[in-house]
């Protein structure tokens, strides 16, 4: 079995090089996190948060999963944004997709791909609940694009219902939730336009953003 001594040389010149251009900066990130951003992603490994918001350690909290999704059932997931939210205090909620999104694209083609499926049956929902926005896409790339920002849109209402992100605005605690889609064959981010800071904005946000 090969070993990965190829990546703790990598760890140790990448530790090195932020020493020597920024001394003190461990020092610095060991006495606390205080991040203003909490990212809910996918787990491709194309789309890393830090790196494509040009952000350094400490400064966004990241919780990701297959197709980026918000269940409210995942204890995991709820335990990240109650952390976030309550403990950190974080002031924007990110959800961030992708295009070409191998999660989407299973659901959208009723793929079969084992214990997977069971996750992604979040996502076929989703496309049948759009199915008739969906059709007037032309060809099948398009409306798996679209199903992609759909499926953000949905999860920014999903973070928006929870307990702890309706608690944090009930008590006057600033806290806003944004949808956002990445695109890997550019390397740049897109808003779609779907953020939400109070309750009361839900629906009207929604409306727009799916049009």
Known sequence: MNDLKHLLESNRAWAEGVRQREPGFFDKLAQQQAPEYLWIGCSDSRVPANQITGLVPGEVFVHRNVAN?????DLNFLSVLQFAVDILKVKHII?????????VIAAHDQQKLGLVDNWLRNVRYTKQKHEELLEKEDGRDARIARLCEINVIEQVVNVVQTTVVQDAWA??????????????????????????????DLQTRYAAAIG
Do not use: F, N, P, T
Request: proline share 0%; net charge neutral.
């Open 69 to 73: 999704l918000v269940v409210h059932a």
């Open 95 to 103: 959800v961030c997709g992708h295009y070409g999104c191998g999660g």
């Open 171 to 200: 008590r006057g605690q600033a806290l806003a939730v944004h949808g956002w889609i990445y695109g890997i064959q550019d390397g740049l981010i897109r808003d779609l336009e779907m953020s939400v800071s109070k309750a009361q």
